[in-house]
Nanobody, 119 residues
Framework: DVQLQASGGGLVQPGGSLRLSCAAS????????VGWFRQAPGKAREGVSC????????YYAASVKGRFTISRDNAKKMVYLQMNLLKPEDTAVYYC????????????WGQGTLVTVSS
């Protein structure tokens, strides 16, 4: 079964950076699109980014474009989210998931990691 474990969250000041990591197991990682969504308290889930299996197609939410960068390492079965110029509104639990970069749907995910942007 699909297992995805996100890590790397924490407390960071506005303008700072964090790098989230996600370890995948239980499925053929090379065949799947993977990405991140987030959920802030009292808010709807928001798709943040999704990278295709080949790495050639990438979706970013308008709210993070130019600040966040997604990448994947198929050999290590890892997906990453480099987050720069963080804003308080980026505060949320971030989940790693299988996804579709065209439809921005998310299918299977594991435990999330909390990112708090605050001074």
């Amino acid at each position: 079964d699909v297992q995805l474990q996100a890590s790397g969250g924490g407390l960071v000041q506005p303008g700072g950076s964090l790098r989230l990591s996600c370890a995948a197991s239980g499925f053929i990682f090379d065949d799947y699109h993977v990405g991140w969504f987030r959920q802030a308290p009292g808010k709807a889930r928001e798709g943040v980014s999704c990278i295709s299996a080949s790495g050639t197609s990438i979706y970013y939410a308008a709210s993070v474009k130019g600040r966040f960068t997604i990448s994947r390492d198929n050999a290590k079965k890892m997906v990453y989210l480099q987050m720069n110029l963080l804003k308080p509104e980026d505060t949320a639990v971030y989940y790693c998931a299988t996804c579709d970069p065209m439809t921005v749907e998310y299918y299977s995910w594991g435990q999330g990691t909390l990112v708090t942007v605050s001074s």
